[in-house]
């Protein structure tokens, strides 16, 4: 008989009711597994630094209660009135115990003879290692606000103090570097600047400074056509409604423009240096269009132009200045080089791609004069090593998901994929997008060449080092090894998230990184969403908070929070509920963007409100002033007690 059986459609909390006896007995035999899961661990226990010794057991102990399905026990339990241990992640063994007592008090009248947890573990004391990992790994939280802000740099962040003065002072708890981007001197220049910030304001901030790791990307494209369209803003009626800014620089020492540009054109120095503010420079386009600009303004570095009307210039296309008193052919010269247009290669649903190894320009299919295919789409792939572990059948994605497919065939020099996603029309992949390969078990190192070489830095540098694409536990501990080979001191380590494989294998990895004093988890929602599917991304989420709960283990909830406003200046509905979501986390990571000072300023208040109503997966049961909101009736007039919001 099973514990749903016994209670039927309506239990008996009694000391007779079957149910609890059965329910009695059901979690005895859990409490002997995971003190068994313990035991079969204790070698590896040894090895696990002693900051977190405590909170490894309790992992182990989460790990075995898990093994089972629960949901038939914990209705009997809720039924009886008792914790269905539905938040037990801080403190298993505690809370296992606790109900084992009181069933046993229903069963027996008395609890002297249940099992009880160790001393050293009680119920509050999950939390409070929680804390404390926090508060160590991230620095100390800010006031009314436990979750920690992260914010990642922009390359401007390294010329500009103020930006990094304001992020702070709009509460940044922790400065994000990506090592993909910049260098070695840019980010010192951050990080200066954030230290000259820290002692205006009187706040501190950590350094996380995140490994590229390998990136698995597509290759390039052959060149498209040499051609600038230039073009003014018009309105729904097709009128100009601005000119298009043309930015005219020497072609020897091309300058930047002071502003935004709709083009920037280089040309002969010489010629570049007769030009008048009010001349015409006249011209006949790729069309054959005959076109003009006319020229606004002359500085040191080169000359502004207006168009009033759309052109399409190549190299070599002649621009006539007016003649004046001088010969016409020397008012004239021929527009210098310009950069290669960019390319694409459109696919749909049935499509044949080849994913070559080499790195030899890829191209879009060719097509006969009936629209037969003559040669397939081809591009190249920036990690050959993944041909020898990919097999036929298994799933590839490109650009974060947009297209996808499934290898039909694995050759010695390429792989061929079919497009297997359906869309409205075609999708455009281009060079140097990300490549998925969720279903292969793929055999790449976490750490490059480029990260071993910048991780001297880091280590001198960071508070933290983000081990990007982290696998396995030998990707762990590998970055352990060289780190300790590097000196005395040592950045925790965060393990990201990002791959199908790096979450399955996500509990012997935490046990590994637990070797050191202070280490911590980023759900890296991108990657992960690609490689787990995105209908699969809030279960694995949600598995990824409840592990690292339980081996309190600070977790960074990262990738896309915020995201439109940071970018473009306005959040959308679905964005903010996500970012009161972060609130499960112990740090909320925020991508650069133009607008990120809002995006900070947005992520505080919504992380400070939010609060008083949730910790971790735990409903908090502030007074809510909506309650006070109602009708008090007075004869036939109704009036409601408001109260401020």
């Known amino acids: ?65 898990r093994r089972r399905d629960l949901r038939t026990l914990q209705r009997a339990l809720a039924a009886m009135g008792v914790s269905s241990l539905g938040r037990a992640e801080s403190n298993v063994l505690a809370s296992v115990d606790a109900v084992l007592r009181v069933l046993g008090a229903l069963v027996r009248g008395a609890c002297q003879d249940v099992p009880r947890a160790s001393d050293a573990f009680e119920f509050a004391r999950g939390e409070r290692l929680l804390a404390e990992h926090t508060d160590a790994l991230l620095g100390p939280a800010t006031d009314g606000r436990p979750v920690r802000i992260m914010v990642t740099m922009p390359s401007e962040a390294a010329d500009d103090y103020l930006l990094v003065h304001h992020l702070l002072q709009q ?8 090592c993909a981007h910049d260098d070695a001197a840019a980010w010192a220049r951050m ?100 076109r003009a600009f006319k020229i606004v303004d002359v500085t040191d570095q080169g000359c502004w132009a207006e168009a009033g009307r759309t052109a399409y210039l190549v190299p070599g296309t002649r621009l006539q200045a007016a003649p004046g008193e001088g010969d016409a052919d020397a008012r004239a010269c021929r527009l210098g080089a ?41 591009i190249g792939c920036t990690i050959p090593d993944v041909f020898d572990d990919v097999r036929a059948g298994e799933a590839i994605w490109f650009d974060d998901g947009k297209l996808g497919g499934v290898i039909e065939k694995v050759e010695p020099s390429q792989v061929r994929v079919r497009i297997t996603q359906e869309y409205l029309r075609a999708v455009n992949l281009r060079a140097d997008k990300g490549i998925n390969l969720p279903d292969s078990d793929l055999r790449i190192a976490a750490m490059t060449d480029k990260d071993i070489e910048d991780l001297p830095f ?113 959040p959308s509905r679905a964005e903010i509920t996500d970012a009161a979501m972060g609130l499960r986390a112990e740090c909320v990571m925020l991508n650069k963007g133009p607008y990120v000072l809002s995006a900070v300023r947005a992520l505080d208040d919504i992380l400070r409100r939010m609060h008083a109503h949730q910790a971790k997966k735990r409903s908090m049961l502030r007074a809510l002033r909506l309650a006070h909101k109602l009708p008090i009736e007075s004869g036939a007039d109704a009036r409601t007690v408001e109260s401020e919001f």
């Open 191 to 290: 990080i200066d600047h954030l230290k000259q910030a820290e002692r205006a304001l009187g706040r501190s901030c950590r350094v996380f400074m995140d490994l590229a790791g390998p990136k698995l990307r597509t290759g390039p494209l052959e060149p498209g056509p040499a051609v600038i369209r230039i073009h003014p803003c018009r309105d729904a009626y097709g009128r100009v409604t601005a000119p298009a800014r043309v930015w005219l620089s020497p072609e020897d020492a091309p300058a930047q423009p002071p502003s935004p540009a709709s083009a920037c054109l280089p040309v002969p120095s010489d010629w570049l240096a007769r030009l008048q503010v009010g001349e015409v420079v006249k011209f006949t386009d790729a069309r054959d269009s005959r």
């Open 171 to 178: 509460g940044m708890d922790c400065m994000r570097i990506n």
């Open 458 to 570: 880091v280590v001198q540098h960071a508070d933290i080092v983000g081990l990007s694409f982290a696998n396995c536990a030998q990707d762990v501990a590998a970055l352990q090894e060289r780190l300790a080979n590097l000196g005395s001191r040592q950045p925790a380590i965060v393990l990201k998230i990002e791959t199908r494989r790096g979450f399955e294998n996500l509990p012997d990895m935490l046990l590994t990184a637990m070797r050191a004093p202070q280490c911590g988890v980023m759900i890296a929602r991108g990657d992960l969403a690609v490689e787990c599917g995105f209908e699969r991304l809030a279960e694995v989420q949600e598995e990824i908070l409840w592990l690292c709960e339980a081996a309190h283990v600070p977790v960074i909830w990262a990738t896309q929070v915020l995201e439109t406003l940071a970018k473009e200046g306005r």
């Open 338 to 378: 310009l950069p290669p247009g960019d390319t694409a290669i459109a696919l749909q649903k049935g499509d044949l791609l080849i994913v070559t190894r080499d790195l030899k320009p890829g191209r879009a299919a060719t097509y006969d004069s009936m629209g037969a295919i003559l040669t397939p789409a081809m």
């Open 1 to 65: 008989m099973t514990v749903a059986e016994a209670n039927g459609p309506h239990p008996v909390c009694c000391p007779d009711s079957p149910g609890v006896e059965l329910a009695l007995t059901e979690l005895t035999r859990i409490r002997a597994d995971m003190l068994a899961n313990e035991s079969r661990t204790q070698p590896h226990l040894a090895e696990i630094h002693a900051n977190y010794r405590d909170s490894s057991r309790n992992l182990l102990h989460y790990l075995a209660l």
